[in-house]
């Protein structure tokens, strides 16, 4: 059978970083074959990705991956524990994945492993959650709590790369134990650097760069940072007007839905608590744009990034009860949204060996007539939120000619070959 390594991404976009990732999770894992699991249009932070999911994925298949399969939304737009957990269930539930590889500042396997292992203590969950009542938040609960039950250095989780390292190693113990864990150390370009003055930059440098210069200069410090196929890539789809796409492109539409919600609907979304909704509905009548909305309502027991994945199961139309069953059943399909000639080999195995199915053509599974239809199934029901995710995403598209709806159920799998 053949054995494949897995990864969890969202390539926004991809870069060298990325490619010396991919590198090192064949080398360690001694695997020809690659798949990575890929945020679709929404992120983890709750941010709109700069371009399209499937214009990503084919990015990241040209650079080398050789099947990339899209995360449920209700997985991707959530906090690390769940965008984990999501991850690595799909990714066991694929039947052909031996090892996950994933970057760290810190890649020691067995730490990370040990402060894994301690989130299952009673004690130190109880500890976790009165951190998080004081208004700490998941990051800084977990490094405080953690950094005294081992006397690690206070510092070793509050990097987000070691959060997810953490949550990854703890959703395989849980959900995938047969999977083999890879750690890999982060190079030069910390998580949120926003200056290039390498070849490899974080995604917010060059997000940054993108949107400062409206296209990525062939003579720039952001060009060398990206393979140059995907380079060229990105500059076309920039060109067609489909890049960058952004978060202050959703201003009006995330204003109308919350402007037009009552306050039981808003006090449903997920992460709402404590009042919540009453700062969020009053702000929403204040603001005039997206980050006047973040500014009102922000302060140390929200974050900025807790509020931007709020902001997005409003649009998308997700509460608690829906989220909470969905954590239950887990990830219960694999879309494909690119791959290339390794990929096909691989999706004729992961048709015999997965324990969910594979979708490459939507309409075989929910038809454009059903996705706002009632009594849908499980599967249907998280298929369609993803649906909804596109249809809102692409309404940020700076050229209007791509702004038409439906498309997860008119755009087929990017084949890449070569």
Same mark, same amino acid.
């Given at each position: 059978?053949?054995?494949?390594?897995?990864?969890?991404? %969202?390539?926004?976009?991809?870069?060298?970083?990325?490619?010396?990732?991919?590198?090192?999770?064949?080398?360690?894992?001694?695997?020809?074959?690659?798949?990575?699991?890929?945020?679709?249009?929404?992120?983890?932070?709750?941010?709109?990705?700069?371009?399209?999911?499937?214009?990503?994925?084919?990015?990241?298949?040209?650079?080398?991956?050789?099947?990339? /399969?899209?995360?449920?939304?209700?997985?991707?737009?959530?906090?690390?524990?769940?965008?984990?957990?999501?991850?690595?269930?799909?990714?066991?539930?694929?039947?052909?994945?031996?090892?996950?590889?994933?970057?760290?500042?810190?890649?020691?396997?067995?730490?990370?492993?040990?402060?894994?292992?301690?989130?299952?203590?009673?004690?130190?969950? %109880?500890?976790?959650?009165?951190?998080?009542?004081?208004?700490?938040?998941?990051?800084?609960?977990?490094?405080?709590?953690?950094?005294?039950?081992?006397?690690?250095?206070?510092?070793?989780?509050?990097?987000?790369?070691?959060?997810?390292?953490?949550?990854?190693?703890?959703?395989?113990?849980?959900?995938?134990?047969?999977?083999?864990?890879?750690? @890999?150390?982060?190079?030069?370009?910390?998580?949120?650097?926003?200056?290039?003055?390498?070849?490899?930059?974080?995604?917010?440098?060059?997000?940054?760069?993108? @949107?400062?210069?409206?296209?990525?200069?062939?003579?720039?410090?952001?060009?060398?940072?990206?393979?140059?196929?995907?380079?060229?890539?990105?500059?076309?789809? @920039?060109?067609?007007?489909?890049?960058?796409?952004?978060?202050?492109?959703?201003?009006?539409?995330?204003?109308?839905?919350?402007?037009?919600?009552?306050?039981?609907?808003?006090?449903?979304?997920?992460?709402?608590?404590?009042?919540?909704?009453?700062?969020?509905? %009053?702000?929403?009548?204040?603001?005039? =744009? /997206?980050? %006047?909305?973040?500014?009102?309502?922000?302060?140390?027991?929200?974050?900025?990034?807790?509020?931007?994945? @709020?902001?997005?199961?409003?649009?998308?139309?997700?509460?608690?009860? =829906? /989220?909470?069953?969905?954590?239950? =059943?887990?990830?219960?399909?694999?879309?494909?949204?690119?791959?290339?000639?390794?990929?096909?080999?691989?999706?004729?195995?992961?048709?015999?060996?997965?324990?969910?199915?594979?979708?490459?053509?939507?309409?075989?599974?929910?038809?454009?007539?059903?996705?706002?239809?009632?009594?849908?199934?499980?599967?249907?029901?998280?298929?369609?939120?993803?649906?909804?995710?596109?249809?809102?995403?692409?309404?940020?598209?700076?050229?209007?000619?791509?702004?038409?709806?439906?498309?997860?159920?008119?755009?087929?799998?990017?084949? /890449?070959?070569?």
């Amino acid at each position: 059978m053949i054995n494949a390594v897995g990864m969890i991404v %969202e390539y926004n976009p991809f870069h060298n970083g990325h490619l010396q990732h991919l590198n090192e999770a064949k080398r360690l894992s001694g695997s020809t074959y690659s798949i990575a699991v890929m945020s679709g249009n929404f992120l983890q932070r709750g941010e709109p990705s700069i371009t399209d999911k499937w214009s990503r994925a084919s990015l990241a298949v040209r650079a080398g991956v050789d099947l990339v /399969i899209e995360l449920p939304a209700v997985f991707a737009v959530r906090s690390a524990q769940y965008f984990a957990t999501g991850g690595i269930q799909l990714l066991e539930r694929l039947g052909i994945v031996s090892h996950v590889c994933f970057g760290a500042e810190t890649p020691e396997v067995q730490l990370l492993k040990n402060f894994a292992d301690a989130l299952n203590q009673n004690t130190v969950i %109880e500890s976790l959650r009165q951190e998080m009542k004081n208004g700490k938040t998941y990051a800084a609960s977990l490094s405080t709590v953690l950094s005294a039950s081992f006397k690690a250095e206070s510092n070793l989780l509050k990097s987000p790369n070691n959060v997810l390292a953490v949550e990854y190693l703890r959703a395989i113990s849980h959900h995938a134990p047969q999977l083999i864990p890879l750690a @890999i150390k982060r190079l030069e370009a910390n998580y949120h650097d926003k200056l290039i003055t390498s070849s490899i930059a974080s995604a917010t440098a060059i997000r940054t760069a993108i @949107i400062n210069n409206g296209v990525l200069a062939p003579a720039s410090a952001a060009w060398q940072a990206v393979p140059p196929a995907c380079a060229r890539q990105m500059n076309d789809l @920039i060109s067609a007007g489909k890049a960058p796409v952004a978060a202050e492109s959703f201003s009006t539409v995330i204003l109308a839905r919350l402007r037009t919600m009552c306050l039981e609907e808003i006090a449903v979304l997920p992460d709402v608590s404590e009042g919540l909704h009453h700062k969020i509905s %009053e702000a929403a009548f204040k603001a005039a =744009t /997206i980050q %006047e909305l973040l500014m009102y309502i922000k302060s140390k027991r929200y974050t900025l990034t807790r509020l931007q994945r @709020i902001i997005i199961h409003a649009l998308l139309g997700t509460n608690k009860t =829906t /989220i909470a069953r969905f954590d239950q =059943t887990g990830p219960l399909y694999a879309r494909v949204l690119a791959f290339n000639n390794n990929g096909r080999i691989l999706l004729k195995e992961i048709d015999k060996q997965a324990t969910i199915p594979v979708i490459t053509k939507t309409s075989h599974f929910l038809t454009s007539k059903q996705q706002k239809q009632h009594g849908l199934s499980a599967l249907q029901s998280m298929l369609a939120y993803d649906v909804a995710a596109t249809n809102v995403y692409v309404l940020g598209f700076p050229n209007c000619a791509w702004r038409s709806g439906n498309q997860d159920f008119l755009v087929s799998p990017h084949y /890449i070959s070569g």
